[in-house]
């Protein structure tokens, strides 16, 4: 024997499957405890590493996206691997992670998004947020999505951030644009768009809108668009103003709703147009999205205080030809991992993996990020979260049943990888590409220009 599991001799083998934030906190997490030594392998489907933050931040958002400085240095520590262009289900199996690590980590995220499930939702020009997002950051399985922008008329439902994202940049300029990381395909196609009117949905109130502040400011600081929301929409019934109390984002995003809505109209050629207390009923149309019907709602507390709505039975119809839906994420299965399809995450106690909803704990199994808990909170959110499940896997380190010590080896699991020509991707072979992005950004005054081809990224590098 070579040692015990988590002794200097013997490292806790740990898998974490995925490369986005909960991944990298979890890595972290790993490394800051002091009592037990472990050997980290971070795995992701696609090349390049950070997920969310490269593929679902904002390309406008520059600030937010520097925290991979701080992931960096977690893949940088000699206890740390990265091995990217390796798919759970494609170069490895779930069965080749229980065979070479003691623990493995779910890292996987919300990929999927939620249905409107209404009548239309599958016409042309009905897409989601989702697919939207990650065309404009350059992922590359949606590269080649087509969105028709000659139209003028624009439906986004949701007023998370998110819904706010796609508003922006659907509304922003190209001078405006041509400063982020955009994607090249995406700039052009947005330099050419046509779109005028942006109408947002709100199934419920102002009150309840759950945009941050920043997000909403933003839209009233756009070169090209002007924000209307009719005052009338913001008084609040008694329910809603009392709920303000406890709630200062709620407070303050109100506050800057009624400063939009008294400065209105003033000019610029493009508008973002606020619905509230509105649900889409249908999308209408031959083949393609024409309008859309929607009702109007009424706002009902609970018995919990949760403050929700339902439809009155009158119907107002808008004139749009595209439609995205923002309304929610959802985790996709992995093949051989539990999954509670009713709320769509790994089911789990406190980042233990059970094998079915509040059911056995599945040993050495264990899940960080939207997959453990569902689409909620911001990018931050996902370090305590990691944290509570780094505190649940050494507590479990004792009663582990470990693997062998041949496949515990660092190498045994590369030897497996080149055994199945598996052409995976180093985190040096990352540094290099990030480098060529950066280059070409710096020629372009912007902070990069993204590759959007995996067989790009994988030829940028000699691989």
């Not at 992670?97 to 009548?119: F, H, W």
């Not at 897409?127 to 065309?135: D, L």
């Not at 400065?263 to 149309?285: D, M, N």
């Not at 004792?398 to 041949?406: E, G, H, I, R, S």
Request: hydrophobic share 40%.
């Amino acid at each position: 024997m070579a040692g015990k599991p988590g002794s200097s001799s013997r490292p806790l083998r740990v898998a974490i499957v995925g490369a986005g934030p909960s991944g990298f906190y979890a890595a972290g997490a790993l490394l800051q405890q002091k009592e037990i030594h472990v050997s980290i392998d971070i795995f992701d489907r696609l090349p390049t590493p950070y997920g969310l933050v490269r593929y679902g931040v904002a390309p406008d958002h520059q600030k937010i996206k520097s925290v991979t400085k701080v992931y960096e240095r977690t893949v940088r520590d000699s206890r740390v691997r990265y091995f990217g262009n390796v798919g759970l289900g494609e170069e490895i199996v779930h069965a080749d992670l229980k065979n070479y690590y003691d623990q493995i980590i779910y890292a996987t995220g919300a990929s999927s998004d939620k249905q409107l499930n209404i009548p239309g939702e599958e016409l042309a020009g009905s897409f989601s947020a989702t697919e939207f997002v990650a065309w404009y950051n350059g992922h590359p399985d949606f590269a080649d999505r087509d969105f028709d922008l000659s139209v003028e008329s624009v439906a986004i439902i949701g007023v998370g951030n998110v819904a706010m994202d796609v508003t922006r940049i659907l509304a922003k300029s190209y001078a405006e644009l041509a400063e982020t990381d955009i994607a090249d395909y995406a700039l052009e196609k947005l330099r050419d768009s046509r779109v005028k009117r942006i109408h947002v949905l709100a199934r419920r109130g102002p009150a309840q809108a759950k945009f941050t502040n920043p997000e909403i400011k933003e839209l009233g600081e756009l070169a090209e668009a002007d924000v209307i929301i009719n005052p009338i929409d913001l008084i609040l019934d008694e329910v809603s103003q009392a709920s303000l109390e406890s709630d200062r984002t709620a407070t303050r995003n109100l506050e800057t709703m009624q400063e939009l809505a008294e400065r209105g109209a003033t000019g610029k050629p493009k508008q973002i147009h606020f619905h509230f207390l509105r649900s889409p009923v249908e999308l209408c149309g031959d083949r393609a999205v024409k309008s859309m019907r929607m009702e109007v709602n009424e706002l009902h507390p609970t018995e919990s205080g949760y403050i929700t709505c339902d439809g009155i039975g009158r119907f107002e119809t808008l004139d749009v030809g595209l439609v995205f839906r923002s309304i929610g994420y959802r985790s996709v299965p992995i093949p051989g991992v539990p999954f509670y399809d009713k709320w769509g995450i790994i089911p789990n106690e406190k980042g233990r993996v059970t094998a079915t909803h509040k059911g056995e704990v599945v040993p050495g199994e264990y899940v960080v990020g939207w997959a453990k808990r569902g689409p909620t909170g911001v990018i931050g959110t996902n370090k305590p979260d990691s944290v509570e499940t780094v505190a649940a896997m050494m507590e479990d380190v004792k009663n582990l049943t470990p693997v062998t010590d041949a496949n515990a080896a660092p190498g045994a699991i590369v030897a497996l990888l080149k055994e199945r020509g598996a052409d995976y991707f180093t985190f040096e072979d990352w540094l290099k590409l990030e480098a060529i992005e950066d280059e070409r950004g710096k020629a372009q005054g912007r902070p990069r220009v993204k590759f959007t081809s995996e067989a790009e990224m994988l030829a940028a590098v000699q691989k």
